[in-house]
């Protein structure tokens, strides 16, 4: 299957500050990507589908403008959590999908602690 | 996309075949079946899917009723590794491609 990187694995930062998730396909290119958050004991969370080159389409109940999503290239997306606060603790996952792939591949997860 | 229903969690032991049910009832006949399995703490990982056909790959096999309101996923011979919860997804090919993970079933392969 395809490779999909997330970088950083982990972060820990302070309240009010943002912080920026970068997802990676390292084998393919990615035309849609997907962001995803995963609280403690509970399933993924869609929060938002891009496509290369287009605005992000998010899911309801998700601020787009406190999570920016960028596909600015066919294999990078970034998620910028701005002006995070505790409760934006979660471990947040990219999917891409695209090349000749009807599946989508995930990346290995950013596990983000505010203080 | 339709909605599935799996068992939170099932046991199997260690070299045994594992069996994982899942119910599709409303499925539309455009929708494919998808399992998916995430290891604590790791990104959720492709398993297999299918439309009606069974399939078997080197990870597992997928079974779809006749009827395609269920599936069963099987690991042939599970090993400790194979800990994880496992997601029946079922949604449209080509059609943006969103997934919409359910609770999933958490297996546990105990030795």
Not at chain 1, 62 to 91: G, M
Not at chain 2, 73 to 79: D, E, F, G, K
């Amino acid at each position: 299957g395809a490779v999909v990187s997330q970088h950083p694995s982990r972060v820990i930062c302070k309240s009010g500050t943002s912080v920026k998730i970068e997802c990676r396909s390292l084998d393919f290119q990615a035309t849609t990507m997907f962001w995803y958050r995963q609280f403690p004991k509970q399933s993924l969370m869609l929060m938002a589908t891009s496509n290369e080159g287009s605005k992000a389409t998010y899911e309801q109940g998700v601020e787009k403008d406190k999570f920016l999503i960028n596909h600015a290239s066919l294999t990078l997306s970034t998620l910028t959590v701005t002006s995070a606060h505790p409760e934006d603790s979660s471990f947040y996952i990219c999917g891409a999908k695209g090349g000749p792939y009807n599946e989508q591949f995930f990346g290995p997860g950013t596990r983000l602690t505010v203080l | 996309d339709a909605k599935t229903t799996q068992p939170p969690s099932m046991d199997c032991a260690e070299g045994r075949a594992a069996n994982l049910p899942c119910n599709h009832s409303t499925i539309s006949g455009n929708e494919y079946v998808y399992w998916y399995r995430q290891i604590h703490s790791q990104g959720p990982q492709y398993i297999i899917h299918g439309l009606k056909n069974n399939e078997t790959n080197e990870m597992a096999s997928l079974i779809i009723t006749e009827d395609r309101k269920s599936s069963t996923l099987i690991l042939p011979h599970a090993t400790l590794r194979d800990t994880a919860v496992y997601y029946c997804i079922v949604r449209v090919l080509n059609q943006g491609g969103k997934l919409i993970f359910g609770q999933g079933t958490e297996l546990s392969v105990k030795p």
